[in-house]
């Protein structure tokens, strides 16, 4: 939906907002989260959380979709021992198409290999797929 005539697009995701552009590179995102190690390929998107027009820091957020190759998805679930969320993560509506249809594993231990430099996130892996889902947000 468009935020009130303006050129910033919302979700409902969190009063997220942003360009809508759905991204594929990669740099932003192993700059950001060192854990990723090498993604054979990713999808996200990103912008800020609440308006434009309140004064102060912005918080940003970042919501991607991204392959992993096994030996790293094998990796993570033996360092981290994910457990089923029992439900899908909450992402933006331009990446909920793309989302993997396999049970998504979480655990506190996942989420703090992807929480780094001002960076929160919550990390999902869906091992039958070689996907990792990352809602982040960070200043």
Same mark, same amino acid.
């Given at each position: 939906?468009?935020?009130?005539?303006?050129?910033?697009?919302?979700?409902?995701? &969190?009063? =997220?907002?942003?360009?809508?552009?759905?991204? $594929? *590179? /990669?740099?932003?995102?192993?700059?950001?989260?060192?854990?990723?190690?090498?993604?054979?390929?990713?999808r996200w998107m990103s912008g800020t959380l609440g308006s434009d027009?309140?004064?102060?820091?912005?918080?940003?957020? @970042? *919501?991607?979709? @991204?392959?992993?190759?096994?030996? =790293?998805?094998?990796? /993570?679930?033996? &360092?981290?021992?994910?457990?089923?969320?029992? =439900?899908?993560?909450?992402?933006? *509506?331009?990446?909920?198409?793309?989302?993997?249809?396999?049970?998504? /594993? $979480?655990?506190d231990r996942l989420d703090q290999a992807f929480t780094a430099d001002k960076w929160f996130a =919550?990390?999902?892996?869906?091992?039958?797929?070689?996907? /990792?889902?990352?809602?982040? $947000?960070? $200043?």
């Amino acid at each position: 939906m468009w935020n009130g005539g303006t050129n910033v697009r919302t979700t409902d995701a &969190a009063g =997220k907002s942003g360009t809508g552009e759905l991204r $594929t *590179d /990669l740099e932003p995102l192993t700059t950001r989260f060192a854990a990723l190690g090498t993604p054979e390929q990713a999808r996200w998107m990103s912008g800020t959380l609440g308006s434009d027009r309140a004064p102060g820091p912005s918080t940003y957020w @970042i *919501d991607a979709v @991204i392959t992993l190759p096994e030996s =790293k998805i094998d990796e /993570l679930r033996s &360092a981290y021992g994910p457990e089923s969320a029992g =439900k899908a993560p909450d992402v933006v *509506d331009g990446l909920r198409a793309v989302l993997p249809s396999g049970s998504f /594993l $979480t655990s506190d231990r996942l989420d703090q290999a992807f929480t780094a430099d001002k960076w929160f996130a =919550k990390a999902y892996l869906v091992p039958d797929d070689r996907a /990792l889902v990352l809602v982040a $947000t960070g $200043t």
